[in-house]
Nanobody
């Protein structure tokens, strides 16, 4: 049974960089073809895709956030991270990490609330 767990600060000040880590455990060994994604849901809104990483360094991002977003992966620790710079209150959301294939997100973390406020 694959489990994903997000971790990071629950409160970030405006203009700072948000850093979240997702740790994967259980299930079969990870594959180089797995797609690892970050998704968020702002209050009262739908799910928003932030970005995806495949393998260790093939990352791509939502164009509207690309200039502020970075996703990386540490295969030795079964972790991948999200960095979102210059945050604003509109970045307040529940952030989820997922693992799956090219067209599906088979496994989800429980999500972590991030609030951007001074």
């Amino acid at each position: 049974q694959v489990q994903l767990q997000e971790s990071g600060p629950g409160l970030v000040k405006p203009s700072q960089t948000l850093s979240l880590t997702c740790t994967s455990s259980g299930g079969s060994n990870t594959r180089s073809t797995d797609y690892w994604r970050w998704i968020r849901q702002p209050p009262g809104k739908g799910l928003e895709w932030l970005g995806t990483i495949v393998g260790s360094d093939n990352a791509y991002y939502d164009p509207s956030l690309k200039s502020r977003t970075s996703i990386s992966r540490d295969t030795s620790k079964n972790q991948f991270t999200l960095q979102l710079s210059s945050v604003v209150p509109e970045d307040t959301a529940v952030y989820y990490c997922t693992r799956g294939g090219p067209s599906g997100m088979d496994f989800w973390g429980k999500g972590t609330q991030v609030t951007v406020s001074s």
